[in-house]
Every structure is written in structure tokens, then in C-alpha cells.
């Protein structure tokens, strides 16, 4: 008893040094790379199969919505009765455990449904990506599809791209695994289309497995003409690493988001569920970006600590979200406070 007392002050004296983000980055997946229990595959040369994934197609100006597999897509969109080939063809990947009911899919149906001149695109790649052996093994199984889920995509965009949609046109988002597959499917694009995607938008892209892997197995600045990045859970559930044309770092240093309560010890107690929310926060600030063009305004800035001081105010500053105009490059912060997320 006197011996677990006195490692549980010496952790106690340990923690209490760290900040809010620190603890996150020893969630259970940090734990579990760090131990060598996550096992991270990111071999090419496998030949997964990902033709079980389904592609939703929303035109929300008729209230129809279309359903292909990913290598029937390309041919259905470009079949669809009246397709106007001038609108925006925006595509929305989820991540890990993602489904197309799921609550994330839901708010991006709810934020395009009243975007004028667009269509939607969506993928579910749950059949390869869900949690059905558990978040550990499940993750594992995942990230090694993630190659090619975002292979099979790029060369469906291609496909379009060769049925008459100019890639000005197209935007692709991802959040977490999905942000990562992001980067395959625009690697595949520029190998098979000798051009590149207008824009990505990499949400909070995934952090274990990829933090520590080679930057061509990550989203980032070259793999579409613009790729912008939103750091939410940075060194938890999210990446850490500057990887776009530009990179947004929400809060307090992209680690932590208001209501998103942190553990005092980690890996216990709730440190998933603050994580997790920590990490979905990008896709309520995105989504409300979406309704309001005005909202998060952002300064370029050297560090989280100038920011924070006030140092930044007379910097160069851009609108950070679905409005961000695409010429921002460099490291950017900003702030949510006094913003109704859900408004």
C-alpha cells in the first residue's frame, strides 16, 4: 500500500506539470504506438480490394440522391439526368469508424443542403474501416486501407474529370482517417490525370500512425493546386505536423476545443471521450463556417504564444473555413470564443 502511494504521488507530481494538450497526447492510442502495440502497415503493394465502398451522390436542389460503388460512380454521376458540369463537385471522406448515418455525415448533409451550385459526394468505406474487432485491431486494419481507399478515389475523380468537370470545380474534404486518405486519392489523380485537384481540406487529419510515417504517406501542400489544414486534437487523435499550404491551428495551440473536458490522469477515466471530442470539434467549426461566411477570422503568426499575447493583431489575417479564399500560406491561429457553433 505505502509503495502504490508513493507512485501515485510521483505521478501525480509528473502530471500536474502538463497542460491541457499534454495529457491528451497519452490517450490510448498515443499509449499504444508508443509501447509498440499499434502496429502501423502502410505497405502499397498489397492489391487490397475496396470495391464495397459506396458512393452517395446529393443534389439537393432536386432533393435526389444517388447511390454507386466506387467503380460504378464515376460513370453514374455523369449519367445523372441534367448534370451541370459548371456547379461545384464538392466529395466529404470520413474517418475511422465513419459511417454515412453517422453524426459527422449528417452535419455535412446539413451544411451543403442550402449551398447554391454544388453537388455532394460522399463516401462510406465502412466496410473497410469500422470497429467491429475492436478500436485497437480495428484502427490496425484500417490505416492499412487507407492507400487504397484513397487510390480507388482518386481515380473515380479522374474518371469525372474526364467526363467534362474541370478540377477548378472540384474540392475534396476529409476529417481524421478520412483527411489522410485525401492524400492518396490527389497522389493518384496527378499520376493518372497529370493535373491536380483544386482544393483539400485536411480536418484534424489523423495523428496515430501517421505522425511518425514518411510524408508521402500523409495529406499535404502538392498533392491538390491548395490544401489547407485544421488542427483541433494536435498530438492526441490529430496530427501534429505543419503539413499544408496552410495550417490553422484552432484554440488553444490546435490541442484542446472549449467544452471538451480533460482527464487529470490519462488513458483513464474519460480521456477518450475528451479526445474524441476534442477531434470532431473541427467538423462543428467547419460545418459552421459553411452558414457563415463572416466567422474565424485568422492571423499568421509565429507561435501559439504570440498569439495568445496579442502579438499577431497587426498580421496578415484571412477567413479560416469553407470561405477561406485560397491564398493564405503559413502557419495561422484563431479563436471560437463567442461563436454558436451549432447556430
Known amino acids: 500500500m505505502k509503495t502504490?502511494?508513493?507512485?501515485?504521488?510521483?505521478?501525480?507530481?509528473?502530471?500536474?506539470?502538463?497542460?491541457r494538450g499534454d495529457l491528451e497526447k497519452f490517450g490510448p492510442f498515443q499509449l499504444a504506438l508508443r509501447s509498440g502495440l499499434l502496429k502501423c502497415n502502410h505497405n502499397?503493394?498489397?492489391?487490397?480490394?475496396?470495391?464495397?465502398?459506396?458512393?452517395?451522390?446529393?443534389?439537393?436542389s432536386k432533393n435526389e440522391v444517388k447511390t454507386?460503388?466506387?467503380?460504378?460512380?464515376?460513370?453514374?454521376?455523369?449519367?445523372?439526368?441534367?448534370?451541370?458540369?459548371?456547379?461545384?463537385?464538392?466529395t466529404f471522406v470520413g474517418g475511422f469508424k465513419s459511417?454515412?448515418?453517422?453524426?459527422?455525415?449528417?452535419?455535412?448533409?446539413?451544411?451543403?443542403?442550402?449551398?447554391?451550385?454544388?453537388?455532394?459526394?460522399?463516401?462510406?468505406?465502412?466496410?473497410?474501416t469500422n470497429n467491429k474487432q475492436g478500436n485497437r485491431k480495428s484502427y490496425e486494419r484500417s490505416v492499412k486501407y487507407v492507400h487504397y481507399i484513397g487510390k480507388a478515389l482518386g481515380q473515380m475523380l479522374v474518371k469525372i474529370r474526364d467526363g467534362g468537370v474541370t478540377t477548378q470545380k472540384m474540392h475534396c474534404i476529409g476529417h481524421s482517417l478520412g483527411a489522410q486518405i485525401l492524400g492518396h486519392a490527389g497522389d493518384e489523380f496527378m499520376?493518372?490525370?497529370?493535373?491536380?485537384?483544386?482544393r483539400i481540406t485536411a480536418l484534424d487529419p489523423a495523428g496515430p500512425c501517421f505522425s511518425n510515417s514518411f510524408i508521402e504517406e500523409q495529406v499535404?501542400?502538392?498533392?491538390?493546386?491548395?490544401?489547407?489544414?485544421?488542427?483541433?486534437?494536435?498530438?492526441?487523435?490529430?496530427?501534429?505536423?505543419?503539413?499544408?499550404?496552410?495550417?490553422?491551428?484552432i484554440n488553444k495551440n490546435g490541442q484542446t476545443q472549449p467544452n471538451c473536458s480533460t482527464p487529470w490522469i490519462p488513458g483513464i477515466f474519460d480521456s477518450p471521450k475528451a479526445a474524441s471530442c476534442n477531434h470532431r470539434t473541427c467538423i462543428d467549426i467547419w460545418t459552421a463556417s459553411v452558414r457563415h461566411p463572416e466567422w474565424f477570422p485568422a492571423w499568421k503568426c509565429n507561435s501559439y504564444k504570440d498569439f495568445k499575447k496579442g502579438r499577431c493583431a497587426t498580421s496578415e489575417m484571412s477567413i479560416a473555413g469553407y470561405w477561406n479564399p485560397g491564398n493564405a500560406t503559413g502557419i495561422y491561429y484563431f479563436k471560437t470564443d463567442g461563436y454558436n457553433l451549432s447556430s
Not at 502499397?44 to 439537393?60: A, E, T
Not at 454507386?68 to 464538392?90: H, R, V, W
Open 220 to 249: 499535404r501542400a502538392g498533392v491538390a493546386k491548395y490544401v489547407e489544414v485544421y488542427h483541433c486534437n494536435a498530438g492526441g487523435l490529430g496530427s501534429s505536423s505543419v503539413l499544408g499550404d496552410v495550417d490553422f491551428f
Open 4 to 19: 502504490f502511494f508513493c507512485l501515485a504521488v510521483c505521478f501525480f507530481v509528473c502530471v500536474s506539470g502538463w497542460g
Open 191 to 198: 499520376r493518372l490525370g497529370f493535373e491536380r485537384i483544386q
Open 44 to 60: 502499397r503493394n498489397l492489391n487490397l480490394d475496396v470495391s464495397g465502398i459506396d458512393v452517395y451522390f446529393y443534389d439537393f
Open 99 to 128: 459511417q454515412i448515418h453517422k453524426r459527422t455525415e449528417e452535419q455535412i448533409r446539413d451544411a451543403f443542403r442550402t449551398v447554391p451550385n454544388s453537388y455532394l459526394i460522399m463516401l462510406d468505406h465502412s466496410l473497410y
Open 68 to 90: 454507386f460503388t466506387i467503380d460504378e460512380a464515376a460513370n453514374g454521376i455523369l449519367s445523372y439526368p441534367k448534370l451541370d458540369k459548371n456547379k461545384k463537385f464538392i
